[in-house]
């Protein structure tokens, strides 16, 4: 009798089945496709492995071994959420780096270049052209979080000649040549004076939460923008308003914010200099993260087959 694969996922293409299919086939596995969580309900009783990012539905497959996310980020799935004992947990972290910072050089290229004051001036009809703008060059770049998705924008910023690239991480070590150098958590206040363009990247976890206080945000020189794509916890919302409206902070950019979706009513929207974006840097839209999300998967396919320790392996205390 065949080992059943679950996989529930609406960006899953013909080529991605095929390609699971054959990792499947290899050791005894059958494979069931669900496109969402609704056509998946009721059909998971026999599931040993799912693929997909729907926590819902781990409490419908009680035969389940290994669950495969697809997303980067476990914070779901950690308490007072109740995951599955003895249920394997692996993530996608590694397959968002590439759209996630393009994500972010687009937003920092909009606020050193002043898009938001000139879509303005365009949708009023004007024709001012003269708002002084900056440049990456000659920027002092901090990355809080260092690892996918800090270092491949790093990575590419460092082609538009920054006049350094300091990167913060918990350790203080140095994951990638293309940081300057990178500072342990513990100097964040020493570093943040030093900063132009301030991107955040970190995971939801009890030490990330609320790092940017209002304290810190006023480390910062009036000068710098700050970009985060991780989790909106991270920031002190209030204050970093508070920055913006009163010209303590050039700009920022949010892709991720507290409460999701954000209510229409909600200070947020009307913050001067302030670029919003509905969560959107990170998802599977962008047909290189899916393909890299199912290669993934396909990868750690063979290691649970096999007995051998999972890549991708998450670990819920630590949160990631």
């Not at 939460?209 to 910062?220: M, P, Y």
Request: aromatic share 6%; charged share 20%; hydrophobic share 40%.
């Amino acid at each position: 009798m065949s080992r059943i694969i679950c996989v529930v996922n609406e960006f899953i293409t013909d080529a991605h089945r095929r390609q699971i299919d054959a990792a499947a086939e290899k050791h005894g596995f059958s494979v069931r496709y669900y496109q969402t969580k609704a056509d998946a309900s009721g059909h998971l009783a026999d599931c040993e492995v799912l693929f997909g990012h729907w926590r819902s539905l781990l409490k419908e497959a009680p035969m389940l071994k290994w669950y495969c996310c697809s997303y980067a980020g476990v914070d779901p799935y950690q308490p007072p959420f109740r995951f599955p004992e003895g249920v394997l947990l692996t993530n996608s972290s590694g397959a968002y780096g590439v759209t996630i910072s393009e994500h972010i050089m687009m937003v920092t290229l909009m606020l050193q270049r002043r898009m938001l004051d000139y879509a303005q001036i365009v949708r009023d009809r004007g024709w001012t052209n003269d708002l002084p703008v900056r440049s990456i060059q000659g920027s002092r770049l901090t990355l809080l979080g260092t690892g996918d998705i800090g270092t491949t924008f790093a990575q590419r910023a460092k082609a538009l000649c920054p006049a350094s690239v300091t990167g913060v991480n918990r350790s203080g070590r140095v994951p990638d040549p293309v940081y300057d150098r990178v500072m342990p958590m513990a100097e964040l206040d020493r570093v943040l004076p030093e900063t132009d363009i301030l991107v955040m990247s970190l995971p939801s976890t009890p030490e990330t939460v609320g790092i940017l206080s209002r304290e810190r945000l006023a480390l910062l020189p009036e000068s710098a923008i700050l970009v985060n794509v991780g989790r909106g916890s991270a920031i002190d919302q209030d204050a970093l308003m508070d920055a913006l409206n009163a010209g303590r902070l050039a700009g920022a950019a949010l892709d991720v914010m507290t409460p999701e979706p954000l209510p229409a009513d909600h200070p947020l929207w009307t913050t001067k200099n302030l670029l919003i974006t509905p969560h959107v840097a990170g998802n599977m839209t962008l047909g290189y993260t899916c393909n890299k999300t199912v290669s993934m998967f396909c990868d750690d396919l063979e290691n649970y087959a096999e007995g051998r320790p999972l890549k991708h392996l998450v670990d819920l205390k630590r949160g990631y």
